[in-house]
């Protein structure tokens, strides 16, 4: 029984290690046909920002870019930087690569969990190998002590032929062997009922163990699942935001987008640029961008560049 167990614990990593080769196989081919897909995070603490920085190869062309706060900035093209005017030419290439990566990044987390159960497998494999040998051990033990016994009783025979008057001694050494026996036989017994109760406790700790598995599967597709609410909910940010930015210079508050530092919208008042608006632009703001107004919104444009969104949304 060891030695199958021992040949399933090898053929299971035998698997694990096809596996990873089979994948390290399948990113050189998917480089080798034109399209592979590199992604790192960065996260400043310091300056409060996220930063992903993306390097993609897709239809023949290198792609070089980071991802500031959800807006692409530092854009080449095999090598060539991109001018910011110049993005929009890009972003079905680049949504297709970001969407991939969100893809892969899904897969990598099932990878993890579906390696962790097989390394659980393995090493319960390597502890019922233990288990058996352990009751080979005893069995040769057992097999050992029989054989002696069986010496025993052969030389006991050969003396009770030639020495009768030793019979009587002889029936109280056979009478403390059987009970010897009665006491061995106990303990196997005892011990066949435990080997069964470990059994019963590993088939309750896989049942656990696969419950578990699922648990964190559907956990994954309600993580994927927010993460493209978070998305969309941000794109749409972005879509009012360039909206009220337009209203603004249509209506002469400011001069263009780049004169507009700063936004806040509530239920009381609008301030541009840190300028508090009268209360009849504030009322027509207030009811065209009635989502920003209800959260608590807040825009500001730094001259370093940096684009920031910020909305407290209060939920009843």
Same mark, same amino acid.
């Given at each position: ?21 089979i994948n390290a196989q399948e990113k050189k081919s998917e480089k080798d046909s034109g399209q592979y897909h590199s992604y790192d995070i960065i996260k400043n603490d310091g300056a409060g920002k996220l930063k992903e920085s993306v390097q993609s190869l897709d239809d023949g062309k290198e792609y070089r870019f ?38 892969d990044q899904v897969q990598a987390r099932k990878d993890q969990v579906q390696a962790r159960l097989d390394q659980k497998r393995a090493l319960k494999d390597q502890n019922q190998a233990r288990l058996d040998q352990a009751q080979a051990r005893r069995d040769q033990a057992n097999a050992s002590i029989d054989r =002696?016994? $069986?010496? /025993?009783?052969?030389? +006991?025979? &050969? !003396?009770?032929? #030639?020495? %009768?008057? @030793?019979?009587?001694?002889? *029936?109280?050494?056979?009478? =403390?062997? $059987?009970? /010897?026996?009665?006491? +061995?036989? &106990? !303990?196997?017994? #005892?011990? %066949?009922? @435990?080997?069964?109760?470990? *059994?019963?406790?590993?088939? =309750?700790? $896989?049942? /656990?163990?696969?419950? +578990?598995? &699922? !648990?964190?599967?559907?956990? %994954?597709? @309600?993580?994927?699942?927010? *993460? ?5 909910? $941000? ?6 935001? &360039? ?6 210079? @249509? ?66």
């Amino acid at each position: 029984m060891n030695i199958k167990i021992l040949k399933s614990t090898l053929l299971s990593l035998a698997a694990m290690a096809s596996a990873v080769t089979i994948n390290a196989q399948e990113k050189k081919s998917e480089k080798d046909s034109g399209q592979y897909h590199s992604y790192d995070i960065i996260k400043n603490d310091g300056a409060g920002k996220l930063k992903e920085s993306v390097q993609s190869l897709d239809d023949g062309k290198e792609y070089r870019f980071d991802i500031v706060n959800d807006k692409v900035t530092n854009l080449h093209v095999d090598g060539v930087m991109v001018p910011a005017d110049k993005y929009a030419q890009y972003d079905p290439v680049v949504g297709r690569i970001r969407k991939q990566i969100k893809i892969d990044q899904v897969q990598a987390r099932k990878d993890q969990v579906q390696a962790r159960l097989d390394q659980k497998r393995a090493l319960k494999d390597q502890n019922q190998a233990r288990l058996d040998q352990a009751q080979a051990r005893r069995d040769q033990a057992n097999a050992s002590i029989d054989r =002696e016994q $069986a010496e /025993k009783n052969e030389v +006991q025979a &050969k !003396l009770s032929e #030639d020495l %009768a008057r @030793k019979d009587q001694a002889n *029936a109280r050494l056979d009478k =403390e062997q $059987a009970e /010897k026996d009665e006491a +061995q036989a &106990k !303990l196997e017994q #005892d011990q %066949a009922m @435990k080997e069964q109760a470990n *059994a019963k406790l590993d088939q =309750e700790q $896989a049942e /656990k163990e696969q419950v +578990q598995a &699922k !648990l964190d599967q559907e956990q %994954a597709e @309600k993580d994927q699942l927010q *993460a493209k609410i978070d998305q969309k909910q $941000a794109e749409e940010d972005q879509r009012l935001m &360039k909206s009220m930015i337009s209203d603004l210079i @249509k209506d002469g508050i400011i001069p263009d987008e780049k004169s507009l530092t700063s936004v806040t919208l509530n239920s009381t008042e609008l301030t541009v640029n840190d300028k508090k608006q009268p209360d009849a632009v504030f009322g027509r703001y207030k009811e065209k961008y009635n989502r920003f107004a209800t959260g608590n919104f807040s825009y500001s444009n730094n001259q370093n560049g940096y684009h920031g969104i910020h909305m407290n949304r209060h939920t009843k």
